[in-house]
């Protein structure tokens, strides 16, 4: 968790250059457009005029927000304050999370990284945005347009990580929990129990009450597990869908992320 805590430090770096810093992405004209509030995902990369390849099963997204760039590189995060200016994306500090990954995904990390750090020119056609770094281009296309977002209904919903304020944890066993919501009910497991309940919906939230469990007997992780699914699954929650993730959060910072199944 200390490399996640890492990006979230560095998408609030003030530049330090002298080429438009922190909330720069607002005005570019030179690129086409603004990019602030905008995500995007690969749709095809050339090197030297062929055709470059990623690693099984991963895209490059990258996400702009309030003057930062956050980059998904198929392996760890990349983020820092982003200028636009004068066509070039230019990055001065670039931090990421730290998780080890195989080599094609450690390789192809590396290499986004040197693409951000080097500058790329940027142009941005309606929902396509176009990086070119020397004989390097990479396209990439709206995220909502390559991957719209699921339904919150009728989906199955799989646990990712429970968040409780500034602290993420992951438990082994965390791959079994889920749940869906359908119309004004909500069912789903906690990994060792099954749940059910009501909600009530308004714009963005949700309101649970208490839920209806299962009494199978559960120890160690799978205790600590449950526990941490059911304090979040109560009272009102905001719930934002992007693509296929699911975040659910209380004002008091508990919450869950989840994944499309």
């Known amino acids: 968790m200390a490399g996640v805590m890492m990006l979230a430090a560095c998408g609030s770096e003030p530049s330090t250059g002298g080429s438009g810093g922190s909330g720069s992405t607002s005005s570019a004209p030179a690129g086409g457009g603004s990019l602030d509030g905008r995500s995007f995902l690969s749709v095809s990369l050339t090197e030297d005029g062929q055709p470059k390849e990623l690693a099984p099963k991963t895209r490059i997204g990258l996400r702009f927000a309030d003057g930062n760039v956050h980059?998904?590189?198929?392996?760890n995060?990349?983020?820092?304050?982003?200028?636009?200016?004068?066509?070039?994306?230019t990055i001065d500090v670039l931090g990421g999370t730290e998780m080890g990954c195989d080599a094609p995904r450690q390789e192809q990390q590396y290499w986004v990284e040197q693409l951000?750090?080097?500058?790329?020119?940027?142009?941005?056609?309606?929902?396509?945005?176009?990086?070119?770094?020397?004989?390097?281009?990479?396209?990439?296309?709206?995220?909502?347009?390559?991957?719209?977002?699921?339904?919150?209904?009728?989906?199955?919903?799989?646990?990712?990580?429970v968040v409780d304020g500034d602290t993420e944890w992951h438990l082994v066993g965390a791959e079994k929990a889920h749940l869906t919501i359908s119309g004004e009910r909500i069912t789903g497991s906690t990994g060792?129990?099954?749940?059910?309940?009501?909600?009530?919906?308004?714009a963005g939230k949700l309101t649970l009450g208490e839920m209806a469990v299962t009494a199978a007997g559960c120890t160690g992780d799978a205790a600590k597990l449950e526990q941490g699914v059911l304090s979040a699954l109560h009272?009102?929650?905001?719930?934002?869908?992007?693509?296929?993730?699911?975040?659910l959060r209380a004002a008091d910072g508990?919450?869950?992320d989840l994944t499309a199944r």
């Open 71 to 75: 980059a998904e590189t198929g392996c």
């Open 77 to 89: 995060q990349l983020g820092g304050a982003v200028s636009t200016a004068g066509g070039k994306l």
């Open 116 to 161: 951000l750090k080097d500058r790329p020119a940027w142009k941005l056609d309606g929902d396509k945005l176009t990086l070119t770094r020397g004989a390097t281009t990479v396209v990439l296309q709206d995220r909502k347009v390559v991957q719209p977002d699921k339904a919150l209904d009728g989906t199955t919903w799989k646990l990712e990580t």
């Open 192 to 202: 060792c129990n099954d749940f059910e309940g009501v909600v009530a919906r308004a």
């Open 235 to 247: 009272g009102e929650l905001t719930y934002t869908i992007e693509a296929d993730r699911l975040q």
């Open 254 to 256: 508990k919450g869950l």
